[in-house]
């Protein structure tokens, strides 16, 4: 696997440069969050191992470009931190596992080989969904609803992605804004609404009970297909 080590401890990332080399894994380490963005968003990487505590861009935030930039990565966080909020966060911003430091080495190399082996057993995230009789292409930003085929807003098409993704839980209007639209300050959630009344028009047999996007009261919004 190709993995990108974020670590500003010169030991420890030294030492996790070393052993996972060492596994056959193909590593780059950065010591830095600002770095270690620009260097995951231009290169492709199967993992990040991620330090939550950075000194010039907190962890959070750099998974959180991360994330945006690289819907795929799997991103594991590495917290000095035990508590129960630094983990949410953490999960929240995209992490999608975590690991309290300190950490064993023989369990840090357990959860490397057990990624190796999803990232190539599964197969990447589907492009198609099927619920409640449509078809929806978001490669093609295609929906099929038997009778007619409409067109999909490369947006649209990322609400889908995103919602069917984190179809375990309800996803927030603001989560959506921040990960589709990216961090815009002047848009309100508002937008959110507007913009699922639109997609609706176009996925549901009856946009005015919905069985592909619900609505979760207080929540936002979860995915309702299968
Ligand atoms: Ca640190």
Known sequence: MRILIVEDERTLREGLTDLLSAAGHDVVAREGGRSAVDCGTREAFDLVLLDLMLPDLDGIEVCRRLRRARPS?????????????????????????????????????ARVKALGRRATATPAEPEILEADGCVIDLGRLEVDRGSETVTLTPREAGILRWIHRHRARAVSRSELLERIWGTSADLQTRTVDMTIANLRQKIERDPTDPRIVLTVKGAGYAWGGQ
């Open 73 to 109: 990565l799997y991103i594991l966080m590495l917290t000095a931190r035990g508590s129960e909020d630094d983990r949410v966060a953490g999960l929240e911003a995209g992490a999608d596992d975590y690991l309290t430091k300190p950490f064993a080495v023989r369990e840090l190399l």
